[in-house]
């Protein structure tokens, strides 16, 4: 099993930056890649930014290229999400996730194995 635990979210107003921070213990030598997705209320869950920790190969979704970028911490298991330039459509719970599989495509929620209990982003106007 992974566990997964996500920080550094809150309140920012429009425009600023935020650093999520996602924590990874447990089976981590099962951990192929990592991903960041985001839901707002009423929405579906969307797939924001990924990581692969074999190949090192990011992958972001083309609503958020330019505005975010996703880096880890070999070190502390840890993968981060810089989110720069944030719009009050950017409020929303932000999760990471974990993958333990090879290949396949890291837009698909599905293809995730592992998920933290989310941290709410505030966009104030």
């Known amino acids: 099993q992974v566990q997964l635990v996500e920080s550094g979210g809150g309140l920012v107003q429009a425009g600023g930056s935020l650093r999520l921070s996602c924590a990874a213990s447990?089976?981590?030598?099962?951990?192929?890649?990592m991903g960041w997705f985001r839901q707002a209320p009423g929405q579906e869950r969307e797939f924001l930014a990924g990581?692969?920790?074999?190949?090192?190969?990011?992958y972001y979704a083309d609503s958020v290229k330019g505005r975010l970028t996703v880096s880890r911490d070999n070190a502390k298991n840890t993968v981060y999400l810089q989110m720069n330039g944030l719009k009050p459509e950017d409020t929303a719970v932000y999760y990471c996730?974990?993958?333990?599989?090879?290949?396949?495509?890291?837009?698909?929620?599905?293809?995730?194995?592992?998920w933290g209990q989310g941290t709410q982003v505030t966009v104030s106007s």
């Open positions: 990581f692969s920790w074999t190949t090192g190969r990011t």
């Open positions: 447990g089976r981590t030598s099962s951990m192929y890649g």
């Open positions: 996730a974990a993958r333990a599989q090879i290949g396949g495509s890291y837009y698909r929620e599905s293809e995730y194995d592992y």
